[in-house]
């Protein structure tokens, strides 16, 4: 018997359904190898088999997401697979797409390692580098050849546990993720032969390429702002004496909420700040300078605005990570919207 | 402005009656080590230990490290802060303790103070797990404001460091380097042929706990200026800041500032060193323009072709960076960036806080986020008890056994964005 399971992912066109016309097919399981499953799993050896092969149609998958997935969650998970694989999509759009989703959902849900394989144009490489390893292929099946012997590799490592190298060795898309080495050199050499190359017109390869920032447009003004409820929302760390939800005062992975009802001032009894980047003194002495209450309520008394929101929203700016800045965003956004808020003053340190 | 660098290397440090340097080893009079640093009132406890390389000890909260230097041909160490700074700094010749450091320990000011492990897997990305360090740990006065304990710990590390460095003012150094920069037009023609390189050095200076001092002067109150190289290495500039432990530079680190120590190693070679333009990195936008286009009119002033940029700290300081990279690179003046990342403990967030399309060129030091998990050690000197709240750990992070995990940013100089150490960031 074979020592580890596999659980192949494919199309109608390559299990061999039909093409467009068959693009509605909805997820059918079968038992062992389909179309491309063969060559993969002769390319993998007798330690491994695959002993299912789920199929979908490109437009069901498409057009029903969540049941799609769920549907072929459950197919996948009874079997326990040390591994599931997707693919190869090749330049197959809707595939494409259909093998990263399933694979990241896999990963997320079942815990299981997922690797899929497409080409670097493919709407699908782009939206799940980040979250799935994708083996860098040709845009068409004619590249087949090549790509299975990189993926069985990869599926061997996954499997087995043994450490996957960078995409240039291991043949899949830069997945965006930035990982520690010891290199040979020190960075101020490396800066220096980088400068040196850059001033004589000679290539030269940076180590971090910019990244594109997600840019939010500013909202619309306020039309009404006699009638307006307002939130404050900051980064600067302000949390309850005590700090009850262990906010960290730098790279925080969470944000808090904490009540200002009924308050007219924030009391430095009552409140301090935890954020680890700026001259934190002024700020315990008087937290209204970063959550700036006092204020507020006595704007909010003369009817310069209609409401304040009944609590505040903080976290930790410094060091935190972009990805977790735009959960929190999302989150405290989703919150504001719901309860109705108008405006939102965001303080930054 | 020629400056010659003796340096005498030491093996290990012991406890003696008399304060000397014999056979490579430095002994210190312990007494009168505390002595010094109790004649601030502000400190009202100081002991010393020492760490050595390999063992099973854990130095925090760490506030500076230092290497012991003296002034041999008149003149004083660290010009403005402990010593005058006339005669000329930067010029004649000095003398270093090398392979040991003096390491401030003591109650965390901030959050800023971190770790420093002589043994472990930690011990990797820290340069101060390979030397002898003679630790001085303080005990501030009941109640006393955290700036005015932030100076007393700053300068108690000074004091010491020059008090050791006195040991070095009669001995034979085991290798003597010979640093030189000419006034601009003689430099400039030196090497007619090789390109002008300058270096432009961003010092922190964000407010309490991030600031750094040049000849004594808080940087965040001087415009960007012209500096000799050799002017660092006699400690014209000095550590008054713990940003996030991982980049911080250290006193230690501004005496062996990298840029400065490869572009002399080029110098000749393939390029001709010009020199220094320091700069700060302060928090108002006013500040940050009048000093970043200061710095592009400094470096065309001085017909540059390219610079080599740096900066202290993360977040905020990365639009200094930006900003100086951009208004030079419209000078027509070549820049690569060396600096540290922080894209998450996933590594998929962004690395920068802010970005420019002239920035094609940067070396990475690595990034801050990765974690560690830090074993427990048989001796910690300091404490560990702030280990959860400083930059790098996290609430519940530490074991009952004293083990704990946490991000590299916990670690003295771990991702230091001057290029000093050999960890980078790639892209997986």
Known sequence: MAKYKIVHYLNQFFAGIGGEEMADYKPELREGVVGPGGALAAALGPDYEIVA?????????????????????????????????????????????????????????????????????????????????????????????????????????????????????EGYHERGIRVNYFAEKRGSERGLEMLIKKMKGEPFETDLPMPKFDRVAPA???????????????????????????????????????????????????FTTIHGGYDRQFVMANPNLVVPLDVLRELEKAGEFGK?????????????????????????????????????????? | MKLELGKIKINDIKFADKTEVKDHVLYVNKEEVEKLVLEDDKLIGCHLEIAHPGESTRITPVKDVIEPRVKVSGGEIFPGVIGKVTPPVGTGRTHALDGMTVVTVG??????????????????????SKTVNLCVVIEPAE???????????????????????????????????????????????????????????????????????????????????????????????????????????????????????????????????????????NVFLADKERHSDMVAKLAEYMGLDGVLITEEGYGNPDTDLMMNCKKVEQKGIKVVLI?????????????????????????????????????????????????????????GCVNPDGSFEAEIQIIIASTIANGFNKLAARGY
């Open chain 1, 53 to 169: 092969t789920v199929i979908c149609g490109d437009n069901y998958f498409g057009e029903n997401l969540d049941e799609a997935t769920d549907t072929i969650i459950e197919m996948v998970k009874k079997y326990e697979p040390d591994v599931f694989v997707a693919g190869p999509a090749f330049n197959a759009g809707r595939y494409g797409v259909a093998c990263g989703t399933i694979c990241k959902a896999v990963e997320e849900r079942l815990g299981i390692p997922v690797l899929t394989a497409e080409y670097e144009e493919n709407p699908g490489t782009d939206m799940f580098k980040k979250d799935v390893i994708i083996v860098k292929t040709g845009n068409s099946s004619a590249d087949m050849k090549n790509a299975i012997p990189t993926m069985a590799k990869l599926i061997k490592k996954m499997a087995t546990g043994e450490e996957i190298l960078g995409p240039a060795v």
């Open chain 1, 220 to 270: 619309d003004p306020i039309k009404d702002i006699k009638h307006a409820t307002i939130a404050v929302v900051t980064s600067g760390g302000v949390v309850p004496q005590g700090n009850p939800d262990h906010i960290e005062s730098s790279n925080a992975t969470k944000f808090g909420e904490y009540s200002i009802a009924g308050k007219d001032s924030m009391s430095p009894d009552e």
């Open chain 1, 308 to 349: 304040l929101y009944d609590s505040f929203f903080t976290t930790t700016g410094t060091g935190t990570a972009t990805g977790s800045a735009a959960k929190f965003g999302d989150a405290i956004g989703k919150k504001l919207k719901e309860d109705g808020v108008d405006g939102v003053i965001l303080v930054s340190t």
């Open chain 2, 107 to 128: 109650r965390i000011v901030g959050f800023q103070e971190g770790v420093i492990d002589m043994s472990g897997v930690a011990a990797d990305y820290c340069p101060f």
């Open chain 2, 143 to 281: 109640g006393l404001e955290t700036h005015v304990y932030e100076k007393a710990g700053r300068m108690a590390g000074l004091k010491v460091a020059a008090y050791l460095g006195e040991t070095a003012r009669n001995l034979e150094p085991d290798t003597l380097e010979t640093y030189e920069t000419k006034p601009i037009f003689e430099q400039a023609a030196e090497y007619p042929d090789l390109p002008k390189v300058g270096y432009i050095h961003m010092l922190q200076s964000q407010g309490l706990l991030h600031d750094t001092y040049y000849y004594g002067v808080d940087a965040k109150n001087f415009v960007p200026t012209f500096m000799y190289p050799t002017e660092i290495m006699d400690g014209a500039i000095v550590s008054g800041n713990c940003v996030a432990p991982c980049d911080k530079v250290t006193t230690y680190h501004h005496f062996h500032n990298p840029v400065i120590e490869d572009c002399y190693k080029h110098h000749g070679k393939d390029i001709n060193f010009m020199g220094v333009i320091l700069t700060n990195e």
């Open chain 2, 339 to 395: 600096t540290d990342e922080f894209p998450g403990k996933d590594g998929k967030s962004q690395s920068l806080a802010d970005t420019c399309d002239e920035a094609t060129a940067l070396a990475s030091c690595g990034q801050g986020n990765m974690t560690l998990q830090f074993p427990a050690m048989d001796k910690v000197i300091g404490t560990q008890d702030y280990i959860e709240s400083q930059i790098g750990g996290w609430a």
